[in-house]
């Protein structure tokens, strides 16, 4: 059956309902986008917001000032390394606040869990350099230890009841009255940047971390780079193709998508135990990550060749140029921004990795700061793996305050590789 002659009026309406549907159609499918980045937008604003909400308290450090004076009947001149001067500094905040020790010293103990190990080491270091301090008032300063910090953070509540808290009511007593008379101010976490691991919340900071992966990423992309971007050069510039270069592409292909802890069990095996490489150092880190992001910079490097236009080829052997300087000449230039945003954001991902890093021996408790590549070292993803898995509530927080600079180690990266991308388009 033939259709029926259709009208001009008709046929006006049939294509108005037409342009209208696919109009309507258009509408909902920029509708299901939106909704789509409003959807991923909020899951991101519910994540930073809950590790800054739980991670802002340790940017806040809360200091005690005390005046200690070194009772020469308590301390041996000859070994003054024998002095319990916790204790000394303890009994001396009682009877500033105006609280009388008992017999069994069992207030100063208790005032003493209130005070960071670092204040009695810090009287101990200045007597051993200088014997001649005993018999005088030192000041030192210190952070309070991490539950009475929390108190005053108001993480530690009066209102719950004292056996399900840390602090007796005696304690926050004190605590008040500390403050109260001066003696505890609250102020920047400096020591949250400067220190390295410790056992003692109050003084734990992510500098040896920091330093660590800095020395591990720096190898990873003096290694991962070059190669990468030679073997993806060859590739893609020079290499025939035929069975075997098809074969080892779908392997790099297929390496890029091998699960990370597979890496970590390869450098197990090849650098620790046959190549004898110190374990938990930036050295053997930064080797198992190399061989983690090679396959990306490779498979970066090659969709960023494929990009230049082949006219630009012609043209150079055209004039008389050989392939190895119309590639290296002409070609590499005009790729390079994308190799080089390529190859930084396999960085940055290779940098959030944990589980090759556990592998390798990067989980042990490090509190100095790496000096080499040889050096026992953590990293900050290990080191937040660490923080959340300890049993005090103070490294909670500092594990979301290390994500916080992990973040920004990462935006930081992610930031340059826009910024040289849009570089080499304005040179080029």
Do not use: C
Request: aromatic share 6%; glycine share 6%.
């Amino acid at each position: 059956m033939t259709e029926p002659h259709l009208s001009r009026d008709d046929l006006k309406a049939a294509v108005a309902r037409r342009l209208k549907a696919r109009n309507a159609a258009e509408r909902r499918f920029r509708l299901y986008g939106q909704v789509a980045i409003a959807i991923a937008l909020g899951f991101l604003v519910l994540l930073l917001g809950r590790i800054v909400q739980q991670g802002w308290s340790t940017f806040i450090d809360y200091r005690l000032t005390a005046q200690v004076y070194l009772d020469p009947s308590r301390i041996d001149r000859t070994d003054p390394g024998g002095a319990n001067y916790d204790i000394l500094i303890a009994e001396q905040l009682l009877k500033r606040i105006g609280v009388v020790d008992d017999e069994n010293g069992t207030r100063s103990d208790a005032m003493k869990d209130l005070l960071s190990g670092d204040m009695g080491f810090q009287v101990l270091d200045r007597v051993k350099a200088d014997p001649n301090l005993i018999g005088r008032t030192l000041t030192v300063s210190a952070p309070l230890r991490a539950d009475a910090g929390l108190y005053f953070k108001g993480q530690v509540k009066r209102s719950a009841p004292e056996d399900e808290r840390a602090l007796s009511d005696t304690q926050i007593d004190w605590l008040d009255r500390l403050r109260a008379d001066g003696l505890v101010t609250s102020g920047f976490n400096s020591t949250f940047f400067t220190r390295s691991d410790s056992t003692e919340p109050e003084q734990a900071g992510v500098l040896g971390a920091v330093v660590g992966s800095t020395l591990m990423l720096i190898l990873t992309a003096a290694l991962a780079i070059p190669i990468g971007v030679l073997a993806a050069t060859y590739l893609e510039e020079f290499a025939p193709k035929n069975r075997w270069t098809d074969l080892v592409e779908v392997n790099i292909n297929n390496l890029a998508a091998v699960p990370s802890i597979v890496y970590g069990l390869l450098g197990l095996a090849v650098f620790i135990n046959w190549m004898n490489v110190p374990r938990s150092s930036p050295l053997v880190g930064g080797l198992v990550l190399a061989l983690m992001a090679l396959p990306t910079v490779i498979i970066a490097t090659r969709s960023s060749l494929r990009a230049v236009p082949p006219s630009i080829r012609e043209a150079a052997l055209a004039l008389g140029a050989s392939r190895t300087q119309t590639v290296f000449h002409h070609v590499l230039p005009l790729a390079l921004p994308g190799m080089m945003t390529g190859s930084i954001l396999s960085l940055a991902h290779a940098l959030g990795e944990t589980a090759p890093l556990l592998m390798v021996g990067m989980v042990s408790f490090v509190p100095g700061v790496p000096d080499s590549l040889t050096s026992a070292s953590t990293v900050l993803p290990v080191q937040i793996f660490i923080w959340e898995n300890a049993s005090e509530r103070a490294f909670h927080e500092r594990t979301a305050a290390a994500i916080m600079v992990l973040l920004a180690f990462m935006i930081l990266m992610n930031l340059a590789a826009v910024l040289v991308r849009r570089r080499f388009e304005r040179r080029w």
